[in-house]
């Protein structure tokens, strides 16, 4: 029999789904006044051509137009967890009737026995290993997920639905979809279960995926893995999913791994040719909590990665507008404040000022150093003081869509607020 599997690793994750998508902003500042709120801005975008490019071409699917944008945004844990992101992504696909765009990559996170986002469903059968980039004795090949579940019997079926627990009901359909595993071998055959609806299917051997075109839009698809060559250590990898369909508007493709740090990505053998698929127009990058964690951090590894990383997003598109953001304050095994984020955070700033990007200091905004214990009293963060509770993310997500939302409105020479009070009223 199907079955379903949720790992979550929190069990204050059950909650975010049930929450509606209420602005929080506005009514608590004078109840956590060790936040700075003032601080709470996109620093050096206005010097960015980049994010000039990027805030017109929102602007036109704000006022009803047709346009593509599509944000990257990669991390952590509190990536994987997709709380935050899948907020941001909310807000952004509701904010005009022609702004949801297709829902796009996403990684079926149960199958390799780790939290899966509630937004959308997995459910599979047959015995499936999960191996992670973050894991030091893992070694298996990665893509752009950092994420690959294993499986080496027989036959298994797959369903994923798209729409799960959301602030909205029946967001996405799709009629295409792309399966990414290790098709450089012949051990394994992919099928979809509703054949008669396939119209065409193509295979990519440089970025390993298949993918078939459907007669129709459909919220849920099932495909079967099935064994088709009797040889040693036959073994089929996932590697991710990606559900499209012709919609303009923004598309919000997340990407997380727990405990991920630049390091870990860099061990993804096709993360650079998976990425090259696409043609971000702002790619979030919230990688350093992980980085910053131990005292063995090395500043100029963690610059030159930070680096290495922003040329590789420009080669995909030279006009995408990266978003650096400082990792938020956190403790050290529960123990002590880290005093190694300020390091990243001094960091990041030089990488933003000689790429010409954009930084939102998240941990500026925190409170700074030992800030976190502030949070976690307030309940705002776990005993942990790394991640945080449903509405510290909500807080969260609300401070970076005000901060993006105030930097457009001011590129674009609009009222202020004008842009939020759409965004959060639509």
């Given at each position: 029999?199907?079955?379903?599997?949720?790992?979550?690793?929190?069990?204050?994750?059950?909650?975010?789904?049930?929450?509606?998508?209420?602005?929080?902003?506005?009514t608590l500042q004078s109840k956590y006044p060790f936040v700075n709120w003032k601080a709470n801005t996109i620093k050096m975008a206005e010097d960015s051509p980049a994010f000039k490019k990027?805030?017109?071409?929102?602007?036109?699917?704000?006022?009803?137009?047709?346009?593509?944008?599509?944000?990257?945004?990669?991390?952590?844990?509190?990536?994987?967890?997709?709380?935050?992101?899948?907020?941001?992504?909310?807000?952004?696909?509701?904010?005009?009737?022609?702004?949801?765009?297709?829902?796009?990559?996403?990684?079926?996170?149960?199958?390799?026995?780790?939290?899966?986002?509630?937004?959308?469903?997995?459910?599979?059968?047959?015995?499936?290993?999960?191996?992670?980039?973050?894991?030091?004795?893992?070694?298996?090949?990665?893509?752009?997920?950092?994420?690959?579940?294993?499986?080496?019997?027989?036959?298994?079926?797959?369903?994923?639905?798209?729409?799960?627990?959301?602030?909205?009901?029946?967001?996405?359909?799709?009629?295409?979809?792309?399966?990414?595993?290790?098709?450089?071998?012949?051990?394994?055959?992919?099928?979809?279960?509703?054949?008669?609806i396939v119209t065409n299917m193509v295979e990519n051997k440089k970025a390993h995926f298949i993918e078939y075109t459907l007669a129709n839009s459909v919220e849920e698809i099932e495909f079967?893995?099935?064994?088709?060559?009797?040889?040693?250590?036959?073994?089929?990898?996932?590697?991710?999913?990606?559900?499209?369909?012709?919609?303009?508007?923004?598309?919000?493709?997340?990407?997380?791994?727990?405990?991920?740090?630049?390091?870990?990505?860099?061990?993804?053998?096709?993360?650079?040719?998976?990425?090259?698929?696409?043609?971000?127009?702002?790619?979030?990058?919230?990688?350093?909590?992980?980085?910053?964690?131990?005292?063995?951090?090395?500043?100029?590894?963690?610059?030159?990665?930070?680096?290495?990383?922003?040329?590789?997003?420009?080669?995909?598109?030279?006009?995408?507008?990266?978003?650096?953001?400082?990792?938020?304050?956190?403790?050290?095994?529960?123990?002590?404040?880290?005093?190694?984020?300020?390091?990243?955070?001094?960091?990041?700033?030089?990488?933003?000022?000689?790429?010409?990007?954009?930084?939102?200091?998240?941990?500026?905004?925190?409170?700074?150093?030992?800030?976190?214990?502030?949070?976690?009293?307030?309940?705002?963060?776990?005993?942990?003081?790394?991640?945080?509770?449903?509405?510290?993310?909500r807080i969260k997500a609300d401070l970076l869509l005000q901060a993006l939302a105030n930097s457009w409105e001011k590129e674009m020479q609009l009222e202020p607020n004008a842009i939020l009070?759409?965004?959060?009223?639509?």
């Amino acid at each position: 029999m199907m079955r379903h599997s949720y790992l979550l690793v929190y069990l204050w994750l059950l909650a975010v789904p049930c929450m509606a998508q209420t602005y929080v902003l506005d009514t608590l500042q004078s109840k956590y006044p060790f936040v700075n709120w003032k601080a709470n801005t996109i620093k050096m975008a206005e010097d960015s051509p980049a994010f000039k490019k990027l805030f017109c071409k929102l602007d036109t699917i704000a006022r009803g137009g047709k346009e593509k944008v599509h944000v990257f945004h990669i991390g952590g844990s509190h990536i994987q967890a997709d709380i935050y992101s899948n907020r941001l992504r909310s807000y952004l696909q509701t904010m005009s009737s022609t702004s949801k765009g297709q829902r796009g990559f996403i990684y079926p996170y149960s199958m390799a026995k780790t939290n899966n986002p509630g937004n959308y469903r997995v459910a599979f059968d047959g015995e499936w290993s999960g191996y992670r980039c973050s894991v030091r004795k893992d070694s298996v090949a990665w893509g752009l997920a950092g994420v690959t579940a294993i499986f080496k019997d027989s036959l298994a079926n797959v369903k994923i639905k798209v729409n799960g627990n959301n602030y909205h009901e029946d967001m996405y359909d799709f009629n295409k979809i792309r399966i990414f595993y290790d098709n450089w071998t012949t051990d394994y055959k992919v099928s979809l279960k509703q054949d008669s609806i396939v119209t065409n299917m193509v295979e990519n051997k440089k970025a390993h995926f298949i993918e078939y075109t459907l007669a129709n839009s459909v919220e849920e698809i099932e495909f079967c893995v099935e064994k088709i060559a009797d040889t040693t250590n036959a073994e089929f990898l996932m590697m991710g999913i990606e559900l499209m369909n012709d919609n303009e508007g923004v598309q919000y493709t997340s990407i997380g791994v727990n405990g991920g740090s630049f390091s870990y990505y860099n061990r993804c053998r096709y993360f650079d040719e998976q990425l090259l698929l696409y043609k971000p127009d702002l790619f979030i990058i919230s990688i350093g909590t992980n980085d910053a964690y131990h005292p063995d951090f090395k500043p100029e590894a963690y610059k030159r990665y930070y680096t290495d990383m922003i040329k590789l997003i420009q080669k995909a598109n030279p006009d995408c507008a990266v978003l650096l953001t400082v990792p938020n304050d956190s403790y050290y095994k529960r123990k002590i404040p880290n005093p190694r984020t300020r390091e990243a955070q001094k960091i990041i700033y030089e990488v933003a000022q000689e790429q010409k990007m954009a930084v939102w200091d998240f941990y500026e905004i925190m409170g700074g150093f030992n800030s976190s214990q502030s949070w976690y009293t307030h309940k705002l963060m776990p005993r942990d003081r790394i991640h945080f509770t449903v509405m510290g993310y909500r807080i969260k997500a609300d401070l970076l869509l005000q901060a993006l939302a105030n930097s457009w409105e001011k590129e674009m020479q609009l009222e202020p607020n004008a842009i939020l009070n759409q965004i959060i009223n639509e």
